[in-house]
């Protein structure tokens, strides 16, 4: 089965942006620009964009609509940042978005998430799932679970991917948390790593742990990663 690389685009008050401990900060990177960013990563062979709504996951505020409706013009887009609600689901996907994830914020209101995977189409959700110390700790909500019993009733509930970052790693190159997806991996629902991969070698570890396919972010975006050979080694 292929492994899907997704560069990510991240955007904050409508620019590229890198999440950093302080918070959300303007990228230098295409200018500042995340078309620019965009049509350089489809150029490089990327069939899928993973694109965060930073002003909607820290103020709750969607800002980006109409950029995030431009960069759905451009690839296949996994669409993120705070989502909560099916109402929010349902904007996103009419922006253009092909899958939605739905953010670890939403993990606290079981019936709610089970509701949404529910009336979803096949292959629209996504579930959310950042990690930090070994438990789930959304970084933009006050929520704090076990790991294990959440991917249980995840699973049962009909979930059919999930997008696992490692909170500590984000926006670094510090390589990726493998004995994390080694263990997101028993749970066996196909899930995308994020969180510090920085080349080549780190997606070949994190396939091999287990994951189905991994975002790349500061890596791609500051060239560090030559995505070109990314890609076309995830096609293989």
């Known amino acids: 089965m292929p492994f899907t690389v997704l560069p990510a685009i991240d955007l904050w008050e409508g620019r590229l942006a890198l999440l950093t401990a302080d918070g959300p900060a303007s990228s230098a990177a295409f200018g500042g620009d995340p078309l620019a960013a965009a049509t350089a990563y489809v150029a490089a062979g990327a069939r899928w964009l993973h694109v965060v709504d930073m002003d909607l996951a820290f103020r709750g505020e969607p800002a980006n609509a109409n950029l995030i409706h431009a960069l759905c013009a451009v690839a296949r887009v996994q669409a993120s940042g705070g989502v909560r609600t099916a109402p929010q689901v349902e904007e996103l996907r009419r922006l253009g978005a092909s899958r939605v994830v739905l953010a670890s914020a939403a993990l606290d209101d079981e019936d709610a998430v089970v509701?949404?995977?529910?009336?979803s189409r096949p292959g629209e959700i996504v579930i959310g799932i950042e990690v930090a110390d070994g438990r789930i700790r959304a970084r933009a909500?006050?929520?704090?679970?076990e790991l294990a019993s959440t991917l249980g009733w995840l699973s049962a509930a009909g979930a059919e991917a999930l997008l696992v970052t490692a909170v500590?790693?984000?926006?670094?190159?510090?390589g990726p948390d493998t004995a994390l997806v080694r263990r997101v991996a028993r749970a066996g629902l196909p899930f995308v790593a994020a969180g510090g991969i920085r080349s080549l070698a780190d997606l070949e570890a994190v396939r091999a742990a287990g994951a189905s396919g991994a975002v790349v972010g500061r890596s791609a975006l500051e060239g560090s990663l030559d995505l070109a050979a990314a890609l076309a080694w995830s096609a293989v």
């Open 141 to 145: 909500a006050d929520v704090d679970l």
């Open 115 to 119: 509701e949404i995977v529910g009336r």
């Open 168 to 174: 500590d790693r984000v926006a670094t190159i510090a």
